[in-house]
Nanobody
Framework: QVQLVESGGGLVQPGGSLRLSCTAS????????MAWYRQAPGKQRELVAA???????NYADSVKGRFTISRDNAKKTAYLQMNSLKPEDTAVYYC?????????WGQGTQVTVSS
């Protein structure tokens, strides 16, 4: 069983930056593929960025060049660095850990981009 706790959300002005963190409990963090999803009001949850256990990454087209996903296996933490934020990035951001049939989610952290 893995528990995920997100932090780092908040209110930021357009063009600003935030770094989200997702810290996992339990062992074997390094074997999990990690991902960040987001869900805006009235919209479906969508994949933002993902990183494999081998640190290969992929990004949604809407965030390429602005967001960076990374992981620190020693700290059992995944990060999402978000730069050049736009109002359309406003959403609840969720951390996800996946390995074979195991699939875990955090509780979400709110990111609001507004002037």
């Amino acid at each position: 069983q893995v528990q995920l706790v997100e932090s780092g959300g908040g209110l930021v002005q357009p063009g600003g930056s935030l770094r989200l963190s997702c810290t996992a409990s339990g062992s074997l963090f390094s074997i999990y593929a990690m991902a960040w999803y987001r869900q805006a009001p009235g919209k479906q949850r969508e994949l933002v960025a993902a990183i494999t256990s081998g640190t290969r990454t992929n990004y949604a087209d809407s965030v390429k060049g602005r967001f960076t996903i990374s992981r620190d296996n020693a700290k059992k933490t995944a990060y999402l660095q978000m730069n050049s934020l736009k109002p359309e990035d406003t959403a609840v951001y969720y951390c996800n850990a996946r390995w074979t049939s195991s699939d875990y989610w955090g509780q979400g952290t709110q990111v609001t981009v507004s002037s």
